[in-house]
Structures are given as C-alpha cells and as structure tokens.
C-alpha cells in the first residue's frame, strides 16, 4: 500500500551572519523557530552561583 500522505518540505529563512541592532534580531527571532537552526548551536560550559535571597515585606504593622 502506497504511502498517500504528501511530505512537506519546510523551507527557512537564512540565518543572517549579523544583526545590526537588538530590535533587528529580536524581530528576526519574534518571526523565526530557534529549533529550525539547530546546526548553528554550540555546546557552551556555564556556571552559576545561585544565591537564596529572603525578602522581608512591611505591611502596617506586620513583617512578612
């Protein structure tokens, strides 16, 4: 039995090799999926020094 099911091909848009400004490339990515450039991504090592904070609140007489 034949395969009846029509196989779109997705075509992109050319990642740009530079965005001249942060609103340029916010409103390349507001329009774009990241997950369709997935071979322009690297592995990066990163770490972070997460910090609990504790936030006391005045409300009248009361401290939160």
């Known amino acids: 039995m034949p395969n009846t099911r029509s196989k779109t091909?997705?075509?992109?848009?050319?990642?740009?090799?530079?965005?001249?400004?942060?609103?340029?490339?916010?409103?390349?990515?507001?329009t774009h999926d990241s997950g369709d450039y997935e071979e322009y991504?690297?592995?990066?090592?990163?770490?972070?020094?997460?910090?609990k904070r504790t936030y006391l609140i005045s409300s009248g007489r009361h401290t939160l």
Not at 41 to 49: L, T
């Open 41 to 51: 991504f690297k592995d990066v090592e990163c770490k972070f020094d997460i910090k």
């Open 9 to 30: 091909i997705k075509t992109r848009d050319p990642l740009p090799e530079h965005f001249d400004s942060l609103e340029e490339a916010a409103e390349f990515w507001d």
